[in-house]
């Protein structure tokens, strides 16, 4: 199955465990419009990838202010791919917000980040990965777009990785 967002907001108002928006399994595109607030007390703040089928692309829009212990907007596992190809995925740097323990935005344990255009910036971690915390079999891949503005309070302010980087432009 496929869900379409073309505009509008989803806000994640309930406090939950994991993934504000969790359990996708098939794929997401996110054209226009807000994903917004999800707070959980494990991973994923706005959304959990955690099926091999799971599959998100941001064309447009915006997913912020996502708070969870890791993987402050997103998280990543399960061989679960995001594709940013436009629009944003910001951090809570702008308002006071701490994202999450480990990857502000996002935090890739399995499966793969790939920033094609479109800008990751402003997350924030206490521990690391201000804005992307690559682990284990996890995969950034950046071929354009923007990475920037991420702060950690331990190690790598924009991206901290003991997983696998691919840079082919950007």
Do not use: H
């Not at 505009?7 to 406090?15: F, N, R, S, V």
């Not at 999800?38 to 998100?56: D, I, W």
């Not at 502000?104 to 915390?133: P, W």
């Amino acid at each position: 199955a496929v869900f379409n967002l073309y505009g509008g907001t989803l806000t994640c108002t309930t406090t939950m465990t994991n993934g504000g928006i969790g359990g996708l399994s098939g794929a997401f595109k996110m054209y226009d419009g807000t994903i917004t607030g999800g707070k959980v007390t494990g991973k994923g703040g706005n959304l959990m990838l955690e099926s091999v089928n799971a599959k998100v692309f941001v064309y447009g829009g915006t997913i912020t202010a996502g708070v969870a212990a890791d993987g402050g907007n997103v998280y990543i596992k399960g061989i679960g791919n995001l594709t940013v190809d436009g629009g944003t995925i910001s951090g809570g740097l702008d308002n006071g917000v701490k994202n999450a323990t480990n990857g502000g935005n996002v935090y890739v344990e399995k499966g793969s980040l790939n920033l094609v255009s479109g800008t990751i910036s402003g997350g924030y971690a206490s521990n690391a990965g201000g804005s992307v915390r690559v682990q284990g079999e996890g995969v950034l891949n950046i071929s354009g777009g923007t990475l920037t503005g991420g702060y950690a309070k331990g190690n790598g302010g924009n991206v901290y990785s003991i997983g696998t980087i691919a840079i082919t432009g950007g």
